[in-house]
């Protein structure tokens, strides 16, 4: 944070953190789950002999050497063989559903500017290619019928739009080309807001271009009416920038925008790294990659392992852990997909209670894993077992609640539990023990449930 605050004409819409419901609600996913498909569904990463280095969805612009010179117009007729007979928003949904996803984020539009909506105000959309339905709109209803929040992914960068432009407009010519472009803009996002009225929020990408940093004061307008149209819209801190071109947190450090939106591929080391600001953190299963991937063999792949040590990781810091999936051009998740949300789900049905709902609890890290907070209740999910089967939890001494009982969340067993005095710790914290059976055997990470009352 600066040393002397800054006036600002286009800093923070809501100052301070949102308390209605809407951001509760936001507040209490835990897990979600990101989709991007598009055209570049098609291509899975490698083309005619064309290869995304790294993100597949960036197959157009990131192909390098290996691209023949018409290699873009190629990418940009893709779409007339975008025929995906195989999607069905249902069985999506449901495997959300069972994953325990409590939103999704779908992507409208990525960067190449195909649209899975038939917008009114582009010819580069799913109506002109050969499945013509609205994808969008089967999205969310089978999703918001589940009972997933729907939030709309939305690129600002459009190769598609002749008047999209990443550096700044000079000359007047370019000033009114660029105006063009933003009114193109504002024109689709009310038109997703009239479409799909039923939509959460906006998830914003592709905003870091000079010549939308400089749009201060339009992005600005723009928020608010996208606001007042729809109260309670969650939008995160991609959108805009302060008029000293400051994107996710303003010239003061205040956050712009609902939540925290810049924990792409990784998470905070530290809780008081995020200053008590709502987030999200989204993660690709490969290294890098958000569209499908046709060969998962040449990198590593997370494991469901490590995707719920993120949640936890995640929610343990009172943020939401989004996973991406990037479905196939004819309508299919990968089967590394699948078993994934599958193995994921098995675990968060089990253990959903520590997941959902809960907030940062004011403890020490520790090695074995990751502790959650729901009222009087702590949650310890344990990823690193002692080989004692001791599970020592220290709080501070000006704690106001100590435990009184503690279980296995699994299967209710109630677990001994004593305090001790290690004799060694001048701060006089307050160790209390826990043992886990030998019989507890446990292939999986697990929760120690721990009630606790005030009082010493
Ligand atoms: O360039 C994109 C990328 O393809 C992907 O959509 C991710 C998702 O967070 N966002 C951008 C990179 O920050």
């Known amino acids: 944070k600066p040393k002397e605050r800054r006036e600002l004409q ?101 960067h190449d500017g195909f649209c899975m909506w038939p917008s009114r105000f582009s010819d580069y959309t799913i109506r002109q290619s050969p499945y013509q339905k609205d994808i969008v709109r089967q999205i969310v209803d089978a999703y918001a019928k589940e009972g997933i929040d729907v939030y709309l992914y939305f690129s600002i960068i459009d190769w598609h739009n002749k008047d999209y432009r990443s550096a700044s407009p000079k000359t007047a010519g370019e000033k009114a080309s660029y105006q063009k472009f933003l009114d193109y803009t504002r024109n689709q996002l009310f038109e997703l807001l009239n479409n799909y009225p039923q939509i959460k929020g906006f998830w914003f990408d592709g905003t870091w271009d000079k010549a939308w940093i400089d749009s201060y004061a339009f992005t600005y307008q723009l928020e608010k009416d996208l606001r007042a149209a729809h109260p309670g819209l969650i939008i995160g801190s991609r959108f805009r920038n302060d008029e000293y071109g400051k994107r996710h947190f303003d010239s003061n450090g205040d956050l712009l925008g609902d939540y925290e939106q810049g924990w792409e591929r990784k998470l905070p080391a530290k809780y008081e790294w995020l200053n008590g600001n709502d987030w999200d953190c989204v993660m690709t299963i490969p290294p890098n990659g958000w569209g499908y991937i046709k060969d998962w063999s040449p990198f590593y792949t997370k494991t469901s392992y490590d995707l719920i040590d993120m949640l936890m990781h995640a929610t343990s810091m009172g943020g939401n852990f989004v996973l991406n999936f990037g479905p196939d051009g004819n309508g299919n998740m990968s089967p590394g997909e699948d078993r994934l949300a599958k193995e994921i789900g098995e675990w968060v049905q089990l253990n959903g209670e520590a997941v959902y709902g809960v907030t940062h609890a004011p403890l020490e890290p520790n090695s074995y894993g990751y502790f959650t907070q729901k009222g009087n209740t702590l949650y310890l999910t344990v990823f690193n077992r002692p080989v004692n089967n001791l599970i020592r939890i220290k709080m501070p001494k000006s704690a106001t609640e100590v435990p009184t009982a503690a279980s296995l969340l699994v299967s209710g067993t109630s677990l001994k539990m004593k305090f001790t005095d290690i004799g060694l710790d001048l ?28 009082g010493k």
């Open 10 to 110: 286009y800093g923070p819409l809501h100052p301070g953190k949102r308390t209605d419901a809407a951001m509760q609600r936001f507040r209490e996913y835990g897990l979600g789950q990101f989709i991007h498909w598009g055209v570049y569904a098609i291509a899975g990463g490698e083309w005619n002999g064309v290869k995304a280095p790294t993100a597949s969805e960036w197959i157009r612009s990131w192909s390098g050497k290996t691209a023949p010179d018409n290699w873009k117009a190629t990418y940009d007729n893709l779409y007339k063989q975008f025929n995906p007979v195989s999607f069905d928003a249902t069985r999506w949904a449901k495997q959300a559903k069972a994953m325990g996803a409590r939103y999704v984020i779908f992507t409208t539009k990525h």
């Open 427 to 454: 701060d006089r914290n307050i160790y209390v023990d826990i043992t886990l059976p030998d019989t507890f055997v446990s292939q999986q990470p697990f929760v120690i449930k721990i009630i606790t009352k005030s």
